[in-house]
């Protein structure tokens, strides 16, 4: 497939590190009420961790890493019994509670619940490979039906009130085709869906020429659990997304990313930024913003931003106003603002929000079997090795070294993995 072409120069490297990043990854149960397909986590009755245990775990976030945000995930943290005590417990601490979830076990009491606690935004896994757990009436949807159902989510949300909405979609080969179609549903509801995320699928297939070691011991295929013996595409890259989305809106454009462990033009995660009514988008916002916002968010905070409030994001006009003077973007964004409401005078009346696309491709295999993470990863949580140590690691990758004691290390089919 034709890549979209990417210039270093015009897009921010976001500040994020190991140890001074916008967001870490809480997990407080690995139960779930699905059994999506692609999900990195197995699902595991019984498995809430005691509160203590994961206060703890924020204890070692705030002894070893400035954040913004904790997310909470798992599992499914709706069914986590002490979540209300735990969103409280996040915001005591001055952070902003996420939660991350695919929303079936939330209703308008618990949401309440949750806004007193603290609770800053949600974050709602919906696609059309989740699987049998939804009301009958998904089962089959394809991502563009499925839509009804994220509006239900951002509906709710919106009528508690200032409460940030996110979605997250995992990408496949086959569902990459309805891309542009949820950017644009994003849009027209830009005023209560603040953030739309798109993950590309990886899974192990039997096709990958690699092999797998813990340590000098072999790991066969089937005894990693995130493996498929299906035919599936699991390359896909975040230049490939932007080139189907541009195939329809051409202006898009991303503005800041996280390089790759291993590779510097490998684009882990990639933002766009963008500002308009529910009927217009009238700009996009360059490099230079994003880095003017971290770098005063940082500044008055002491970390970097990850997630803004519904308020915040509704001060489109207010940003044009304010920043155009030393902003390209926002001044062309101006620019074309203003000949927006010369159609219509009336639009004056419109208000403008601020919204953004996010792409992130998780590991990638280099042909000499190095993994390629995302280099500051913001996707961190905490893990307590075999010696009962606890160490900060990749969430996405955490059934390794919970299975085996380490992260497994992949070489080329036919080389010894004692020797490498």
Known sequence: METASFRLSEMYRLPWTLPDNGISWLEPTAHCNLNCYGCYRKNIKNSNKPFEEVKH????????RKTDCISIAGGEP??????????AEIKSRKLKPIINTNGIALTKELLHELKKAGVFGFTF????KQGKGREKKWEGKNEIELNELRLHYAEILAAEGNIACSFNSTVYGD???YVPDLVDWAHKHIDIVHTMVFILFRYITPELPFDFYAGTKKIY???IHYHSDKDEITNLNSKQVVEVIRKRFPEFKPAAYLNGTYKADDYKWLLTERIGTKDNIIGYLNNKFIELVMQFYHFKFDRYLSYASPKILSLGR??????WTINKSVRKALGNYFKFLIKNPFRIFKKLYIQSIMIIQPVDFMENGDQSMCD??????????RNGKDQLVWSCRLEEPMEHGVFLRT??????????
């Open 411 to 420: 070489v080329p089919k036919g080389f010894n993995g004692n020797s490498v």
């Open 318 to 323: 207010a940003t044009l106003f304010n920043l």
């Open 376 to 385: 500051g990863c913001p996707d961190i949580t905490v893990w307590k090795d």
């Open 78 to 87: 709706l069914l986590y019994p002490n979540i209300i005590e735990l969103v």
């Open 125 to 128: 896994h919906i696609d059309s």
């Open 57 to 64: 775990e924020l204890d070692v976030f705030q002894a070893l």
């Open 175 to 177: 569902t990459l085709q």
């Open 221 to 223: 295929f089937d005894d």
